[in-house]
Every structure is written in structure tokens, then in C-alpha cells.
């Protein structure tokens, strides 16, 4: 693939994946979790093709462009790391949250002490 993979395939292709990355923060800000996976199961075959193509060509070969392209993809994955990592974080609190809530309410509930039905025969 390498030899047949030229310049402008590479630009379109890291473009490509430059634009879907983008969807990708929006679908996760917007919390379209449907959406998210769909745009990741579109970028993957991008991904596996650039991957291919980038071991088997020289990096003489490849532009400034493609190097600017590569940064910005660099920057949006990261802000899709940190969104998630606040996802997480979010979800852990109320998740906590839920926990200390159930362990208040048991502690509410008070056991009623059941007295015997049937007297003594010494009282």
C-alpha cells in the first residue's frame, strides 16, 4: 500500500479522520453514545489504513500539512481523554453519592422489636 498511497491520499485521509474526530467531541459533549460509537467504528478502518501506510512509507514523504493535520488530531484526542476522564469522574461521584444515600437509609429503618404473643405461665 505503500507505494501506491501518495501525498494527497494522505492528506485526505488524515482529513478524514481530522472531521470525524471532531464529530466524535461533539457526539460526547452532547452524550450521543450511539452516535460516538458509530463515528469510532467509521474512523477505525482510517486509522488501520494510515497506520499501514505511515510504516511503509519514507518520513521524508510525508509534508508539512500532514504533520500540522496529525497535530490537530493529536489535540482533539486529548480533549476526548480529558472529556472522558470528567465523565468518569462525574459518574464515580454519583455513583458514591447513590452508595452513602442507601447506607443513610438503612440506618433509618429501625428493627421493631416483636414481643411475645403468648403470656407466661409465672406472671
Known amino acids: 500500500m ?3 498511497y501518495t501525498k494527497e491520499d494522505l492528506i485526505q485521509d488524515l482529513t478524514k479522520w ?14 450521543d453514545l450511539p452516535k ?4 469510532i467504528d467509521e474512523s477505525v478502518p482510517i486509522q488501520v489504513a494510515l497506520d499501514q501506510a505511515l510504516s511503509e512509507i519514507d518520513l521524508a514523504y ?19 481523554i480529558k472529556e472522558v476522564q ?9 455513583i458514591q453519592k447513590i452508595r452513602q444515600n442507601r447506607t443513610s437509609l ?3 429503618r429501625q428493627e421493631r ?3 411475645p404473643r403468648f403470656l407466661n405461665k409465672r406472671t
Open 36 to 39: 460516538l460509537e458509530a463515528l
Open 2 to 4: 505503500g507505494k501506491d
Open 62 to 80: 510525508i509534508n508539512k500539512d500532514a504533520i500540522v493535520i496529525m497535530k490537530e488530531i493529536q489535540d482533539i484526542q486529548e480533549t476526548l
Open 106 to 108: 438503612n440506618g433509618y
Open 113 to 115: 422489636v416483636v414481643s
Open 86 to 94: 470528567n465523565g468518569c469522574t462525574l459518574l464515580r461521584k454519583s
Open 18 to 31: 481530522r472531521s470525524i474526530n471532531e464529530q466524535e467531541l461533539d457526539a460526547l459533549r452532547q452524550g
